[in-house]
């Protein structure tokens, strides 16, 4: 999610975010979707790169909706403000370690 979702934010984010979110002026429309769709999908093409691999078998219907999930709650967690004590670089990749652990273990 940091990788490609949180890259791709800051650059369409500049380029393209004259719209601001509501709950934060740093962060705009243009970049958090550019995070959830990038993110979602570098994280399938990586899953999908090392099940070809053997490393393990996935049953793809229910990982697609559990990716989502995931790549959701990092964008929603990387639209919020920062402060000085927590930034978007520290808590994205936490909190899509939790989402996903919590996801993909039932």
Known sequence: ???G???IADIMG???GSMKLPYNQQKS???SISMLVLGFLISLGMLYYFSVLGYFQLEWTSTVQR???VSMIATLVESLPTTE???DNIS???ASMVAAYLVFKF
């Open 1 to 3: 999610m940091m990788c």
């Open 5 to 7: 979702g949180d890259g």
């Open 14 to 16: 500049r380029r393209f």
């Open 29 to 31: 429309w243009a970049g």
């Open 67 to 69: 990716v989502a999930v």
């Open 85 to 87: 004590i927590m930034d």
């Open 92 to 94: 994205v990749p936490l």
